[in-house]
């Protein structure tokens, strides 16, 4: 396939990379323009670089990792009918907060949906480290191949997401709907803990909604990456 990304920084270049190395043809774009993207090309070999309206148009699927402080500039109308998947996460800090998100009315996909009202969105690679996602992938059958979470409203696009998932090595588990994915957004036992099919349908299972994981658990996890 071709697949666009919009968002240039560590997700979008290790997923790209991912999907160059299984064969799709990959653009990527960030919102100052391809003019500050030439380093790609040795950071990502194989690449196309182009603007955010190519990137809509190039891509049959088009991966969102933007920070949601910025989804409302995304282009609903040249993501029309398109599969979006979308890796994008809150961080108050970052993002400013959100009413909505903070007194658990909806959650980040359902915002980005409503902007995209027009697109296929598919909650995915948001609960994985950027820099884990190139060193993670594992081929089928591996005893440590790491499963990440899926959510969507359309089970024909959430399905090819499963499908493209397993060529870039991994796993999936489906976590439902994306007024379910709550269950693995930041702060929730599912989010960036490495973990297999059985451990993260366990972890998914366990997410409360007004329950965030203490600090420790974070601590354990940064110390894993460093």
């Known amino acids: 396939m071709k697949i666009g990304v919009i968002g240039a920084g560590f997700v979008g270049q290790a997923v790209g990379r991912l999907l160059l190395k299984a064969g799709h043809q990959v653009l990527l774009s960030n ?3 391809p003019q500050t993207l030439f380093s790609l090309y040795g950071g990502v070999p194989g690449c196309e670089i182009g603007t955010v309206e190519q990137a809509c148009e190039y891509g049959e699927m088009v991966l969102v990792a933007v920070p949601l402080a910025s989804y409302q500039q995304l282009p609903r109308d040249k993501l029309a009918g398109k599969i979006v998947l ?25 915002l980005l949906a409503a902007h995209l009202d027009r697109s296929v969105v598919v909650k995915v690679f948001n609960a994985i480290m950027a820099r ?9 059958g591996d005893a440590e191949r790491r499963a990440l979470p899926v959510a969507g409203d359309d089970p024909v696009a959430k399905g090819q997401v499963i499908r493209l998932l397993d060529q870039l090595g991994y796993d999936a588990v489906d976590a439902g709907s994306l007024a379910e994915s709550w269950r693995f957004e930041r702060s929730k036992p599912a989010y960036c803990f490495p973990q297999n099919i059985a451990a993260l349908q366990q972890a998914l299972a366990a997410a409360e909604r007004d329950v965030a994981l203490p600090l420790s658990a974070w601590h354990a996890v940064l110390q894993r990456e460093l």
């Not at 993002?95 to 996909?109: F, P």
């Open 31 to 33: 919102s100052r323009g």
């Open 86 to 110: 979308d890796a994008v996460n809150y961080y108050p800090e970052r993002d400013g907060q959100i009413a909505a998100l903070e007194n658990r009315q909806t959650t980040t996909s359902a």
């Open 132 to 140: 884990d996602v190139v060193v993670d992938a594992r081929p089928a």
